[in-house]
């Protein structure tokens, strides 16, 4: 009896945990997947691995921990989103608009980011191992770097 219980323990223990690391809102991903908004959604740790996001509206949306390896956020507005912790490895991220966002620990490692404003954006600790970076306020300024604002 004992072994019975502690054999379905060991199976059912698992699902358990991983349903509580998944917490992203499922609607949230099918709407923003379907129409391509999704204005302060939460996506907090969803796999957008891949996704194709060109557009997108994710406003004030919780990114925290979300997987976009690989993802196409070419002219999504991701103003004021929280990003803290996400994937960005090998993202293309041109025209992007990261405004107020936090970037916080987020891994840009060979991502491609053009044109993209970050203003006002928080970065701290960022991976940006083999990333190409263009016309945005991404690098190693220091406290005296000024980075503008879209106009």
């Known amino acids: ?7 379905t323990l060991s199976l059912v223990t698992p699902l358990f945990f991983a349903s509580l690391v998944r917490a992203e809102n499922p609607q949230h991903v099918q709407k923003l997947i379907s129409t391509g908004a999704c204005v302060g959604c939460d996506l907090s740790r969803a796999n957008l691995s891949g996704a194709h996001l060109i557009g997108a509206d994710l406003r004030n949306a ?25 994937n960005l490895t090998s993202a293309l991220a041109t025209n992007v608009n990261f405004k107020k966002a936090n970037l916080n620990r987020v891994n840009f490692a060979h991502a491609q980011i053009n044109d993209s404003n970050v203003y006002g954006a928080s970065m701290n600790n960022l991976n940006i191992t083999e990333a190409k970076i263009y016309n945005t306020g991404i690098g190693i300024g220091g406290e005296d770097a000024t980075i503008p604002d879209w106009k």
Not at 1 to 7: A, E, I, P, R, S
Not at 74 to 81: F, I, M, N, P, S
Request: proline share 0%; net charge neutral; hydrophobic share 45%.
């Open 1 to 7: 009896m004992y072994h019975k219980l502690l054999v």
């Open 62 to 86: 919780n990114l925290q921990g979300a997987n976009l390896k690989g993802a196409n956020l070419e002219g999504a507005d991701l103003t004021g989103a929280n990003l803290a912790g996400a």
